[in-house]
Every structure is written in C-alpha cells, then in structure tokens.
C-alpha cells in the first residue's frame, strides 16, 4: 500500500506562489497516476490535476488550469503542485492522492491565501 505525505503549505497573500510536494512510498512510483485535490471547509472535495507516471498525460481543473503546474519526479518519488497567483478562493487543505490498485490518500497540507 502506497503512504503519501504532503507539505509545502502555508500562509501566503493574493498574488503570491507556493510549491507543494508530495512526497510517495512504495516500489512503483512511477505506475501510478498520481493526483492533488483540495477541500475547503464546507465543500466537497475537489479535483485539481493529474499527472500520469509517464508524465506525458496531465489535466487541470478549470479553476486553476494557466495557474498551477503539475509535475513528478519519479527518481525521487515526489509529485509537485506548483501554484502562481494565488487567490483567496485557493484557500484549502491540499491532498495528493495515488492510484495503486484503488485510490490511497495524504493526510494533506493548509494552503491559506489572504485578500
């Protein structure tokens, strides 16, 4: 089973730009479709991309597609979500998540953007 820990988060103002990093276990990194989700308080869990273990496939959703840039290094066995322009509608727990047989996921890093 996959274990999958984020960071990167934190505190940044309207404008601003963070990177996270998802950092995975496991002995086939590189298989794995991997994927960063978030989730603010109240809402629904939402997608934001996707990169396949090739890393010639990648989606984005609308929200942050031209904003946020979704790679991996399979070497290191770590997906990056690197996020410029940050709005306050950003603000969200950020999960990577793994698809190994079944969907496994992070414990998630803050990502609070203020106006």
């Known amino acids: 089973q996959v274990r999958l820990v984020e960071s990167g988060g934190g505190l940044v103002q309207a404008g601003g730009s963070l990177r996270l990093s998802c950092v995975a276990s496991?002995?086939?990194?590189?298989?794995?479709?991997m994927y960063w989700f978030r989730q603010a308080p109240g809402k629904e869990r939402e997608f934001v991309a996707s990169?396949?273990?090739?890393?010639?496939?990648?989606h984005y959703a609308d929200s942050v597609k031209g904003r946020f840039t979704i790679s991996r290094d399979n070497a290191k066995n770590t997906m990056y979500l690197q996020m410029n322009n940050l709005k306050p509608e950003d603000t969200a727990v950020y999960y990577c998540?793994?698809?190994?047989?079944?969907?496994?996921w992070g414990q998630g890093t803050q990502v609070t953007v203020s106006s």
């Open positions: 990169i396949k273990g090739s890393a010639s496939g990648t």
């Open positions: 496991g002995r086939n990194f590189s298989r794995y479709v």
């Open positions: 998540s793994a698809d190994d047989e079944g969907i496994h």
